[in-house]
């Protein structure tokens, strides 16, 4: 049964830092392009960051970062784990995330609908 897991999440103060994890069952992460998604309060999910199985994007060697998380947030894996190291957190990066894998020919996508595994989401939340 192919599955992620995700752990971590929780409360943060402003500044913070926080490192989600995502655990996949049944299959490996080696041929499979990775994304994380956030979806905050009233809000519809988006793409935040994605990586191709090569770790780059689908427009060159390195991932790919929404605006408001590049420089802030790191999306990495190994076989077996993919992560969101997330730095200098904001009120604004509170929501639920959720991991998301598929195998792509090439390339990563921040579109939810080309992603067939998922994590069950978790709650971060970001306030003093």
């Known amino acids: 049964q192919v599955q992620l897991v995700q752990s971590g999440g929780g409360l943060v103060q402003p500044g913070g830092s926080m490192t989600l994890s995502c655990a996949a069952f049944g299959f490996t992460l080696d041929d499979y392009a990775i994304a994380w998604f956030r979806q905050a309060p009233g809000k519809a999910r988006e793409g935040i960051t994605c990586a191709s199985s090569s770790g780059g994007s689908s427009t060159g060697d390195t991932p790919f970062y929404e605006d408001s998380v590049k420089g802030r947030f790191t999306i990495s894996k190994d076989h077996s784990r993919m992560y969101l190291q997330m730095n200098s957190l904001k009120p604004e990066d509170t929501g639920i995330y959720y991991c998301?894998?598929?195998?792509?020919?090439?390339?990563?996508?921040?579109?939810?609908?080309?992603?067939?595994?998922w994590g069950q989401g978790t709650q971060v939340t970001i306030s003093s």
């Open positions: 998301a894998a598929e195998m792509l020919f090439s390339g990563c996508t921040s579109a939810a609908g080309i992603y067939g595994s």
